[in-house]
């Protein structure tokens, strides 16, 4: 099992820039498909992004296609969600996410992930 712990988030105004990242340990990661999810208060945990554990294959949501980019550094078992022109739409507790599986199936539904950090806020200001 690996441990996923996130960080980056916090209080901007639309049209700001945050990057998140999602620090792994235990023995795996790079072997580990890696997902972002967000719950919004009041709504389900949707999904945000995903990447393979080469980058090989990359997911989004169509919600922030163009404005996220997933990405990870397997060397320092970390990975990380940049989102630009943030809008207050996007405001949400973010989840960094472990598939065992390296997204062989699913890779937008979050019952297939099997490790979960414990959440990151980022609120946007209008």
């Known amino acids: 099992q690996v441990q996923l712990v996130e960080s980056g988030g916090g209080l901007v105004q639309a049209g700001a820039s945050l990057r998140l990242s999602c620090v792994a340990s235990?023995?795996?990661?790079?072997?580990?498909?890696m997902g972002w999810f967000r719950q919004a208060p009041g709504k389900e945990r949707e999904f945000v992004a995903a990447?393979?554990?080469?980058?090989?294959?990359?997911y989004y949501a169509d919600s922030v296609k163009g404005r996220f980019t997933i990405s990870r550094d397997n060397d320092k078992n970390t990975m990380y969600l940049q989102l630009n022109s943030l809008k207050p739409e996007d405001t949400a507790v973010y989840y960094c996410?472990?598939?065992?599986?390296?997204?062989?199936?699913?890779?937008?539904?979050?019952?297939?992930?099997?490790?979960w950090g414990q959440g990151t806020q980022v609120t946007v200001s209008s």
């Open positions: 990447i393979t554990w080469s980058g090989g294959r990359i």
């Open positions: 996410a472990g598939d065992l599986e390296n997204l062989r199936v699913g890779p937008r539904i979050s019952g297939n992930y099997e490790s």
């Open positions: 235990g023995r795996g990661f790079s072997s580990y498909g």
